[in-house]
């Protein structure tokens, strides 16, 4: 019985790994790639005469960046092709006799185990640093690196978790859906002025509406425009982006219009999508390259841990470099950019060790075949225990104490989530089960 369990498993990895659209895979790599190297360029601490730390955004205050920052602020694009994925696999869960529970269930392990991990290990580092006598301000700057990322893992959960209920409203209203999420990024919008928190309602509101971009990729509304009408899309949302932020309604700097997030991302995320579309077959020709696979298929596999640990890694490696006597050239002189290329080798190398230890976190544990889901007040609790610790981050800024506190709640969650139960193939049409060999 466990060997046809587990060729079973295997039979339907080999179906989900054909059913995987490279066009997706390959952007969400060049998506990540963008990221790591932009951040690398972005961190530079500094540690002034009077023994205080502080970190400065290099990239960020170049008025050169603001318009380039436009064309690469690819995170509307991550929410796009999370939404293709998510959408698949919703309807292959549901195919299979899934819930919405199960959906959710999977989603939370896959991104809170590696997520547990790095909070963990944060936390023991940073202590024990503390005791060895390492200036507190350091520590807080590497604790700041940690949390960062956080807040993506808050908004892509929040998504990815609304994605059955979005999808029930996508089957019967599609445009009407994205009508009203795009109405309540517009009103959260003119309301912050009046009420700065509301502001960060868009993290749900805005992120879901760019992930509905996603759904109607996945069928096929932009599929059925040509060519031309793909590029006037692109012209005509960015004109509208130009038009918002020409008038003031909205700063041109994308990356002040990230954190709360606006309408922007959102007219930058239908443009992105747009021309995804529109290089759909240039990005299918470079899958026939055999190195071009395989560096995107092991990219994606640890895909989120590379997201976790490179900003803490990066902050970490930085801010012990101040305690040393390495050469330190000052933020934004040519030494200084000379040496990014040194620095994004120090981060990739350092990356590999946590690759090789904590990448297998990702994979979603699996219990048995036959074995039954965790029950939904569990799965409902966990997603609640998870959230607490990310909003504190969000509002508060991240502790070294506040990471020891999200890594308990994180790894409660993960026994509370335990392990998804396996589903045998079925045959749709015939409504019986399919064998391993046949699968």
Not at 72 to 86: I, S, Y
Not at 137 to 148: R, S, W
Not at 268 to 289: D, N
Not at 303 to 327: E, Q
Request: charged letters at 10%; glycine letters at 10%.
């Amino acid at each position: 019985m466990g060997n046809v369990s587990e060729q079973g498993a295997s039979a339907q990895r080999r179906g989900a790994e054909r059913e995987r659209d490279p066009a997706i895979d390959l952007v969400r790599f060049v998506c990540l790639a963008l990221v790591v190297v932009s951040h690398c360029m972005m961190v530079s601490p500094v540690l002034h005469p009077d023994g205080t730390v502080t970190s400065e955004n290099t990239l960020g205050d170049q008025r050169w960046f603001e318009p380039v920052i436009w064309i690469f602020m690819v995170m509307p694009l991550f929410f796009v092709t999370g939404g293709t994925t998510g959408l698949q696999s919703w309807r292959r869960l549901k195919v299979s006799g899934g819930n919405g529970f199960e959906f959710a269930q999977a989603r939370l392990l896959r991104l809170v185990r590696p997520a547990a991990a790095l909070l963990a290990v944060m936390f023991l580092g940073l202590w024990a640093a503390r005791l060895t006598g390492v200036d507190p301000q350091v520590l807080q700057l590497i604790a700041t690196g940690a949390g960062m990322p956080l807040w993506f893992l808050a908004a892509y959960l929040a998504a990815q978790l609304n994605i059955p209920l979005l999808a029930r409203f996508h089957a019967r209203a599609p445009w009407l859906t994205m009508g009203v999420l795009v109405a309540l990024v517009v009103a959260v919008d003119c309301l912050r002025g009046a009420l700065p928190m509301l502001a960060y309602a868009n993290l749900v509101f805005l992120w879901c509406a760019v992930q509905q971009v996603g759904f109607l990729m996945v069928d096929g509304h932009l599929t059925r425009l040509t060519r031309s009408h793909l590029a006037g899309l692109i012209v005509a949302t960015n004109l509208l982006l130009g038009a918002v932020t020409g008038l003031g309604l909205y700063t041109g700097n994308m990356l002040v219009n990230l954190n709360p997030p606006n309408l922007c991302l959102f007219l930058l995320g239908v443009s992105q999508a747009a021309a995804l579309q529109l290089v759909r077959p240039w990005l299918a020709w470079t899958w026939q390259f055999g190195w071009v696979r395989a560096m995107v298929m092991v990219s994606g596999r640890h895909a989120m841990t590379v997201y976790l640990w490179h900003l803490p890694l990066l902050a970490g490696m930085s801010g012990l470099l101040l305690l040393t006597d390495f050469p330190k050239p000052a933020a934004g002189t040519a030494e200084w950019w000379w040496a990014r290329p040194l620095v994004l080798l120090g981060v990739l190398i350092l990356l590999l060790p946590v690759v090789a230890a904590f990448g297998r976190l990702e994979e979603r544990p699996a219990a048995s075949l036959h074995s039954r889901g965790r029950p939904a007040a569990a799965v409902v609790t966990a997603a609640v225990v998870v959230f607490i610790p990310v909003a504190d981050a969000a509002f508060n800024g991240l502790t070294p104490g506040l990471l020891g506190g999200g890594a308990a709640c994180f790894a409660l969650a993960v026994l509370l989530l335990g392990r998804m139960p396996e589903r045998a193939p079925h045959d749709v049409a015939a409504g019986r089960p399919v064998s391993a060999q046949g699968g």
